[in-house]
């Protein structure tokens, strides 16, 4: 039915109001309640200090900080002690109180509050997952239109919808569940599915899912899925699956944390009773204990991972690439191999018109064929319309008025422009044996990964334009540096159709293409790479990308036009979009896996030497305190080297080498 009969609503109206927002508020979780509550008081307390206020004012709220950010790691500790288990929360409330004995007060509180901030970090990252992943739901309708035996109408709730249902999808709906098309045609936009970047013509016969928009046509369709078990259903439980089995990952240090802290517990009891038993005083022998267990504290060890991977954050982010933690910074270090997406990843994700083939005999310049087929599709809302005029805007055509507009779904609109009659539409519609020239041309095009559009005058043929999505200036340079990078070429991972893939894939020089995958096939890619025993990164955009970054070693999303669930999902994100951040952001985090190494280093022998000392000889607590405080500045400091924005611009050129 042509669509002046229908008035479909516009997409974009359609996708402003079916996503709408549900997060949690960060003050709703507890967690963040006690981390601003311990840093607020730990402002003030500092604050009282500075300006010379009697000890007992600042020292009762540095109390609080111990309560309010200490309880809760606290309790998970003890908790831990329960299961026989020595908890890295525990040790670090005990190290604060531990502090505080020896009167460094002010310096237990700050270690309370980065311990309680870290947590409420935590827990703000996964409630805002769970809500991307409640919020995909939101995309798939809640009713249907479902047709009854006797040819009714009624309106029902999706989850109702049996297999065998007819179903009813007007023009601008969502389709309410798998299926497959009985009777009508229309352009359908799956980019939530597949990620293709243009609806797909529809038509008898043709397999639709839930949750994708409906163009101008209606469509009858025949349910053949349970709603439970939809393509859209099936995406939201596999980020869900996989964010809850995928194995935290642990920075280097905290791989050794069990052991070296039920060492240093055990050591320091021991250096305590046994001296004891021999007949020591109590005071020199408790001085020699709380000594050792300052030195032998792993605060340097700790210092030595974290500066380097939370200054390369930094520096990442001022360059425009958000990476979500020190582990996941640690993790991008790692990766041996990359699975790229095709649509918004490698390519901006927008349809350009990128051929204008005038027919030979039609006497159009390519300017004047391109006015025609813009002055027709000016009123139509079809994303290869907005690409047609959107062409002729930028070569300053002028688009003149048109009479008699109609749009036939599936087919493409016709319109009277200066008293000829113009249609522009899919050339399988409209092409004939006979027209050969044209078969030609929009073969050719076709062949090169294209979308043709055909234009004809009165019924003859005048031109073919051909329409991609256009390719990222930097993708192949990036491609290229990864490549180099890694040691191994990146794959290519799209749910697009395999001719426009492997054209783009020539065109970047990637050779491993897997192309018409739905997001389940996605995650099969990465598991079976993952069982070879690789370690990869995901880079994409998409809600059909989101399960796949969510398995992967490490998920990165492109930022401008990724989707909330992607964006969450993901470890990192490409804030603006510029994809050769992406290497140079893995060359930083080697980087700074090398500097914790050094600093490891470097720790190490401080506190060798210093236990040493204690041990054998006689170590004064305030020179065991300076050297132990002395040796967390230098790995301190030398971690911040990344900060600076030569550590980014040497990642960047070393990337050439």
Known sequence: MPSTLTRPTPLGTVRETVTPRRRTRIFALPEARWAAAALVLFLVALLLHLAGAPAWSWGALSAAVYVTGGWEPGWAGMQALRDKTLDVDLLMVVAALSAAAIGQVLDGALLIVIFATSGALEAIATARTADSVRGLLDLAPTTATRLRDDGDEESVPTEELHVGDTILVRPGERIGADGRILDGASEVDQATITGEPLPVAKEAGDEVFAATLNGTGALRVKVERDPSDSVIARIVSMVEEASETKAPTQLFIEKVEQRYSLGMVAATVALFVLPLLFGTDLQSTLLRAMTFMIVASPCAVVLATMPPLLSAIANAGRHGVLVKSAVVMERLGQVDVVALDKTGTLTEGTPRVTDIRPLAGSGLSEGELLQLAAAVEHPSEHPLARAIVEAARTRDLDIPMVEDFTSTPGTGVSATVAGRTVAVGSPTRHLKASMRRAVAVATGLEEEGRTTVLVTADGTPVGVL????????????????????????????????????????????????????????????????????????????????????????????????????????????????????????????????????????????????????????????????????????????????????????????????
């Open 466 to 657: 051909g329409i991609a999505d256009r390719l990222r200036e930097e993708a192949a340079a990036t491609t290229a540096a990864l490549g180099r990078l890694i040691g191994t070429a990146p794959v290519l991972v799209t749910g697009d159709n395999p001719r426009a893939a492997a054209r783009l894939a020539d065109e970047v020089g990637i050779t491993d293409v897997r192309a018409a995958l739905l997001p389940q096939d996605k995650v099969a890619a990465v598991k079976e790479l993952e069982q070879a025993g690789r370690k990869v990164l995901v880079v994409g955009d998409g809600v059909n990308d989101a399960p796949a970054l969510a398995t992967a070693h490490t998920g990165v999303a492109m930022g401008r036009a990724g989707s909330d669930l992607a964006l969450e999902t993901a470890d990192a994100v490409v804030v603006r979009d510029e994809l050769a951040t992406i290497p140079t952001v893995i060359a930083l985090s080697r980087r700074a896996r090398r500097l914790v190494v050094q600093n490891l280093v470097i720790a190490a022998v401080f506190i060798t030497v210093l236990v040493i000392w204690d041990l054998v000889g006689h170590l004064p607590l305030p020179l065991g305190v300076a050297g132990h405080e002395g040796s967390t500045v230098i790995v301190g400091l030398n971690g911040l080297r990344l900060l600076a924005d030569r550590a980014w611009s040497r990642a960047r050129a070393g990337l050439d080498q």
